[in-house]
């Protein structure tokens, strides 16, 4: 597609259900990466895919987040349990490649609003 | 792992001149960038610096100090449509994260 395109743009919960975000980055894009948004804060780094493989998940918080990009393309962000302090906005951002060469600019999403009652 | 410190909020006059400054700790450094937010809406790209000095675009300049492990934005004529957060994000190619490291952002207010 055009942009990176990300559903839902707003998920209202309750603690301790499971969400789903999804991700569906711009055509062509290898690395896919997810990020998290709280109010007032800059984005902070949870996972980045090369392909359909996770090359780093160290920013996941904890084992009740998992992502997910089975051919390549599309990514889903899957939240087990879900706490209060779950809520922000779940950005994911794409780029051409993951490398040192260039500026390789990350083109993000609108995000993911999720609110956890 | 990497620190990246900005002001968090600044306050400007339309028509003028505003430097958000941007210092950074990391290893391995390997690019800066600046990005735009608005309120609700996706991190836009809109410099990058990977060699020391100044890059040019448009009313928006951005300038880095390897060395001094620092940079600044710099952004001319302002318009209210500026009115936004700006993030500064290093990468590096240490061995820890590979992704863009994120400071906490700076809200800049452009009043009329």
């Known amino acids: 597609g055009a942009g990176v395109s990300q559903t839902p743009s707003n998920k209202v919960t309750e603690k301790g259900k499971y969400v789903e975000l999804r991700c569906d980055p711009i055509s062509g894009h290898t690395a896919l990466y997810w990020y998290r948004q709280s109010l007032g804060q800059g984005p902070e780094f949870l996972i980045y895919?090369?392909?359909?493989?996770?090359?780093?998940d160290s920013g996941l918080p904890n084992d009740r987040f998992f992502a997910v990009r089975p051919e390549g393309s599309v990514s889903t962000l899957k939240i087990q349990r879900t706490e209060r302090g779950d809520s922000a906005v779940y950005l994911c951002?794409?780029?051409?490649?993951?490398?040192?060469?260039?500026?390789?600019?990350?083109?993000f999403g609108a995000g993911s609003r999720l609110t956890v009652l | 792992g990497q620190n990246i410190d900005q002001p968090t909020e600044m306050t400007a006059t339309e028509g003028a001149i505003v430097q958000i400054n941007c210092t950074y700790q990391t290893s391995g450094f390997n690019g800066l960038f600046w990005y735009q937010q608005h309120a609700g809406e996706a991190p836009t790209f809109l410099s990058y610096n990977v060699l020391d000095g100044l890059e040019e675009k448009g009313r928006f300049s951005s300038f880095l100090s390897r060395s001094k492990g620092y940079s600044y934005l710099l952004l001319k004529e302002l318009q209210m449509k500026d009115s936004a957060s700006y993030l500064c994000?290093?990468?590096?190619?240490?061995?820890?994260?590979?992704?863009?490291?994120f400071g906490s952002g700076t809200r800049l207010q452009v009043q009329p």
């Open positions: 994000a290093v990468r590096a190619m240490d061995t820890g994260r590979r992704a863009l490291t």
């Open positions: 951002a794409s780029s051409p490649q993951f490398g040192f060469s260039g500026a390789n600019v990350l083109t």
């Open positions: 895919f090369q392909g359909t493989g996770a090359a780093d």
